[in-house]
């Protein structure tokens, strides 16, 4: 029996706004959707946390024996500054200002992007297509949505007729929004625009001539649509109809909104059962965005550089820090939160060890199934890793009372404790060993400089200076700086 047949999974589905019970189109296997980034800069912290987020998705989902074909695509191409299909491509933008090729630009942040994902210890989507990849197949959807009534052409570009497609379709959907209120909110800007209304959206863009990324089409030589990319490579690698589709909240309008629009007018199908929205990571209470400076790159926390920060932070920590936070909610980023974060990191990794060192009892005093059955309740809830974790540190306090004798396990259930918190701390949260700081261990590095500094004095004492200056020079080697000061040797670690 598949563990997912014993599990009920509830998601919460962002187009019904409320958590429905998981179904899966085929059976064992499941496929997932994630809009990837646009890579034209490095990945900031608040975009990590979404693409975190689906890790876990994943990782649970994988976890429950089911079969996931996760696809996350890559923006090289069409995603220009602003909504309003206005703006510059932003890949092109970069590029020219540095004076490189746009696929220079790609490749850089690719790399950073996927340097930065394995840090966090992230899975690999199973595909990860792109978009300039995949220019014939965004042709073949706009000739079709053209050929339903639903798009038009001006000057070499095409144009989604959202006023036409809500005649028989219901735009706005997912957003919640309406296209009356819409019209209504949207002011005339005097700009220049092919469009028949300011709510419809570009498919097909005609390219300026001093456009680089340009690619021929029936309309004009040109480049795709942003919104168009997803549904392309979506059907193209899941089909028509597939589980879920997730992405960062502020891609719910207009472009998730867009997407249900073309996969409807162009296939007549509803693309999607469930639709999935992380929410933002927050600092100073305010958005992270790249062009107020309010943000925050992961490699600072790794290395500790940045005036926000008091010390560096190993990549599961930050990860723990995000995960004690339910996907759905902001979550404020501070360095005060990374500090507990770590705390709590700690004493869940040092439980875990000493789980193996408790000598199983006769008699046993805590119910290890009811206890595990908790742990998948809290993730069949829409993947409520702070429930998760709450329930985590439940088993840190019978183990830590195990060892001081103050509670019994038998075998068989530090056995399901073993098991479970494998399970969840290393496969589902994916957190990593090797990133606890464990305080024992910095105790015992502590008291051995501590011997050191002793034996230089002795060695002062005695006027031997050549070995007291050979401590301190070779301490000083590795990283570890003496300091004489009144009240005797103090040291720090650079
Ligand atoms: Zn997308």
């Not at 085929?26 to 034209?40: A, E, F, K």
């Not at 019978?398 to 290393?426: P, S």
Request: a negative charge.
């Amino acid at each position: 029996m598949k563990l997912f047949e014993q599990q009920e999974l509830y998601i919460y589905n962002s187009i019904s706004k409320t958590k429905e019970k998981f179904t899966s189109i085929n059976d064992s296997s499941i496929g997932m959707y994630v809009c990837g980034p646009t890579v034209y800069s490095n990945v900031h912290l608040g975009n990590c946390r979404t693409f975190l987020s689906f890790d876990l998705v994943f990782r649970y989902l994988k976890h429950l024996d089911y079969k996931v074909r996760y696809v996350r695509n890559i923006t090289d191409a069409g995603h220009l500054e602003n909504d309003a299909d206005s703006g510059e491509d932003r890949i092109a933008k970069k590029a020219r200002i540095e004076m490189v090729e746009p696929m220079e630009i790609v490749q850089r942040y690719t790399v950073d992007f996927h340097q930065t994902m394995a840090k966090f210890n992230a899975l690999p989507p199973s595909i990860e297509p792109t978009a300039t990849g995949h220019i014939i197949e965004q042709i073949e959807i706009i000739e079709k949505i053209i050929s339903e009534g639903f798009a038009y052409v001006v000057n070499g570009s095409v144009y989604f007729d959202v006023h036409k497609f809500n005649e028989t379709h219901s735009y706005g959907k997912l957003s919640g929004r309406n296209l009356e209120d819409m019209v209504a909110n949207t002011r005339d800007l005097a700009t220049q625009t092919d469009k028949k209304n300011p709510q419809d959206f570009a498919l097909w863009k005609k390219a300026e001539p001093v456009h680089i990324m340009r690619w021929s089409s029936p309309w004009s030589d040109g480049f795709p649509g942003w919104h168009l990319e997803c549904t392309a490579m979506s059907t193209k690698y899941l089909g028509n109809h597939f589980d879920i589709h997730g992405g960062g909240m502020d891609l719910k309008f207009p472009h998730h909104e867009c997407e249900i629009a073309q996969s409807e007018a162009a296939l007549k199908t509803n693309p999607v059962n469930y639709w999935m929205h992380a929410n933002m990571l927050t600092l100073n209470g305010k958005k992270m965005a790249k062009s107020t400076g309010n943000n925050i790159l992961p490699h600072e926390i790794f290395s500790g550089d940045n005036t926000i920060l008091s010390k560096a932070f190993s990549p599961s920590v930050a990860k723990f820090f995000m995960y004690q936070a339910n996907y759905r909610s902001i979550l404020d980023f501070s360095n005060e939160a990374l500090l507990a974060s770590e705390k709590g990191f700690n004493r869940l990794m040092e439980a875990y060890k000493i789980l193996s060192e408790i000598a199983p009892s006769e008699k046993n005093e805590f119910d290890s199934s009811v206890w595990r059955q908790s742990c998948y309740n809290a993730m069949n809830d829409d993947f409520n890793s702070p429930i998760l974790i709450a329930q985590l540190f439940e088993a840190v306090k019978v183990i830590n009372l195990a060892k001081e004798g103050k509670t019994q396990l038998d075998k068989e259930n530090i056995d399901v404790i073993k098991k479970t918190m494998h399970d969840f701390i290393f496969d589902v949260l994916a957190l990593e060993e090797s990133n606890a700081n464990n305080a024992s261990d910095d105790n015992k590095l502590s008291d051995a400089i501590n011997i050191l500094i002793e034996l230089r004095n002795q060695a002062r004492h005695n006027k031997d200076f050549s070995t007291s200056d050979l401590i301190r020079d070779q301490l000083k080697e590795v990283g570890i700086n003496l300091k004489d000061g009144k009240d005797g040797t103090s040291f720090s670690l650079n």
